[in-house]
């Protein structure tokens, strides 16, 4: 499995950015997939993930409705829109992949992914 993750850049507070993560190597119907961050000498944590069965979604509780996890369904493809960003979101993004339908107490966690993208850098500037 591989996971191809694109889409960071640079922008300043308020603005947008989408990001996308491609899989490929295997069939998604009974996966999750997830997004997590670290910034700069912070551990890595979660910011949203998705059951690629039913698209039951969760976030993180920093998001407060300001990004947005979908699928693509026929491009094996996980998105990220971001919107409102701050310069406290400023960190390397990863998206994650389990081979499991993760349930509440595991979706969260890092363990819980099994393959792991090489990761995009999100920079928000104020």
């Known amino acids: 499995v591989q996971l191809q993750a694109s889409g960071g850049g640079s922008v300043q507070t308020g603005g947008s950015l989408r990001l996308s993560c491609v899989a490929s190597g295997r069939t998604l119907s009974t996966s999750t997939m997830g997004w997590f961050r670290q910034a700069p000498g912070k551990e890595r944590e979660f910011v949203a993930a998705?059951?690629?069965?039913?698209?039951?979604?969760f976030y993180g509780d920093f998001v407060k409705g300001r990004f947005t996890i979908s699928r693509d369904n026929a491009k094996n493809t996980v998105f990220l829109q971001m919107n409102s960003l701050k310069p406290e979101d400023t960190a390397v993004y990863y998206c994650a992949l389990s081979e499991r339908s993760l349930i509440l107490s595991t979706i969260k966690k890092e363990l819980s992914y099994d393959y792991w993208g090489q990761g995009t850098q999100v920079t928000v500037s104020s």
């Open positions: 998705i059951r690629w069965s039913g698209g039951s979604k």
